[in-house]
């Protein structure tokens, strides 16, 4: 049996990482694509040895060429910190828009299947709770956020479009907040930001009066997710998520317990159209997929805090954000 080739676009990042592993495991031929804007390639530096393992430093906002043929791809390319997001906005609307049509093209030329990493921030600031996929969103497009929320939108539609139009495979996975080893430790996003203050000895910032909630997925249960649903037949939207709903003052109380910290907590500014409630409802993902999360938070924490602990002290003491200058021109 000849080996699968999979693209993986955004391989350095967390979740591309992550991604590129399992496929790894499973014995395929791995084409890794990233820019390393936001990702970083010690994430992957331990696949470098491997005969089935090809490592492109390519921005897929502009053609994307690969030779040979190609199974599958995977487009997990985009910042996806608010932080980051709101630092390289034009970047984030054109990997979303421009990145995935042109790796659309790749698939239609190819004959591959494409799943598109979409997100829970196409339902915005959400009025029902938990989100079904049926759910339509409440997203304001001019807001700081709707760069990436709207780009997710877009990249959803066009998807769409190529499956219906032209007969294209495609997946679409809206992602929850999901957290893990490999997280970027300055990347802004709420676990990295309270484990980071734990570890420096700083206060941990609440932002608003942390009412707002969210359900966290451990990277393990997600990419099981994101395995099933490639495989499967099915062409619409599904939310991959941990249905596990908590406050982020109750997060924040569980990180202190976590990291027996004895700073406190502060409390900032809420980020402007910052979502108050946010859960998955997975039942098509049980039904279409027989998938559930199934590692709980206080394991997936534990795990994740492990992986911070094991960094060198540079890397902890790098509290800067990352420098996007030469980016944004
Ligand atoms: P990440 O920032 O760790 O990884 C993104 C990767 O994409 C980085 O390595 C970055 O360098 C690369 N990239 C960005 N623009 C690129 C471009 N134009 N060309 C090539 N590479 C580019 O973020 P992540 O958490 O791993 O997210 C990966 C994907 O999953 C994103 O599409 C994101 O929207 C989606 N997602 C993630 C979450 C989450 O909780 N982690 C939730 C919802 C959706
Ligand atoms: N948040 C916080 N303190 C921080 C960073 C984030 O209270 O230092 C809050 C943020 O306002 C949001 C939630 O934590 O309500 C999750 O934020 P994150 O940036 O991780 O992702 P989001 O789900 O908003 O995209």
């Known amino acids: 049996m000849t080996q699968k080739r999979i693209l993986i676009t955004g391989a350095a990042g967390f979740l591309g990482s992550h991604l590129c592993d399992r496929f790894i495991k499973e014995g395929y031929h791995v084409l890794a694509m990233d820019n390393l804007i936001t990702g970083d390639l010690s994430n992957i530096e ?6 089935n393992f090809e490592f492109y430093h390519h921005d897929v906002s502009k053609f994307v060429h690969v030779a040979g043929e190609l199974d599958y791809i995977l487009h997990f390319a985009s ?14 609307l054109k990997v979303g828009s421009l990145g995935t049509h042109n790796l659309l093209g790749l698939a239609k030329a190819k004959g591959a299947r494409m799943l598109i990493a979409s997100t829970s921030e196409v339902y915005g600031d959400p009025n029902v709770n938990p989100q079904p996929e049926e759910y339509w969103g409440n997203v304001n497009p001019v807001g700081p956020r709707g760069v990436y929320d709207e780009a997710k939108r877009f990249q959803e539609a066009i998807t769409m479009a190529y499956h219906t139009f032209h007969g294209v495979e495609t997946r679409i996975v809206r992602i ?16 990295p930001a309270f484990i980071g203050q734990a570890l420096r000895g700083e206060d941990l910032t609440v932002f608003g009066d942390g009412s707002q909630t ?11 997710g994101i395995y099933r649903l490639l495989m499967s037949d099915y062409a619409s939207p599904v939310n991959i ?28 500014p809420l980020p402007t159209d910052d979502p108050k409630q946010r859960r998955p409802d997975i039942t098509k993902a ?27 002290p540079t890397a902890l003491s790098k509290i800067e954000h990352k420098d996007f200058t030469s980016y944004n021109k």
């Not at 969210?214 to 099981?224: A, P, Q």
């Not at 941990?242 to 907590?265: A, H, M, R, V, W």
């Open 46 to 51: 331990h696949l470098f040895e491997l005969q």
């Open 79 to 92: 910042p996806a910190s608010p932080i980051d997001y709101l630092k390289i906005p034009i970047q984030t």
């Open 176 to 191: 929850f907040n999901t957290y893990g080893p490999r997280m970027r430790l300055n990347d802004g996003r709420v676990l």
């Open 214 to 224: 969210r359900s966290f997925c451990f990277v393990d249960d997600l990419i099981d």
């Open 241 to 268: 998520g941990n249905p596990d709903e908590i406050t982020i003052s109750q997060f924040c109380e569980e990180i202190i317990k976590l990291t027996g910290t004895s700073q406190k907590i502060v409390y900032k």
């Open 286 to 312: 049980q039904e279409i997929l027989g998938w559930q999360p199934k590692v709980d938070r206080a394991e997936g924490l534990k795990i994740t805090y492990d992986y911070f602990k094991s960094l060198s």
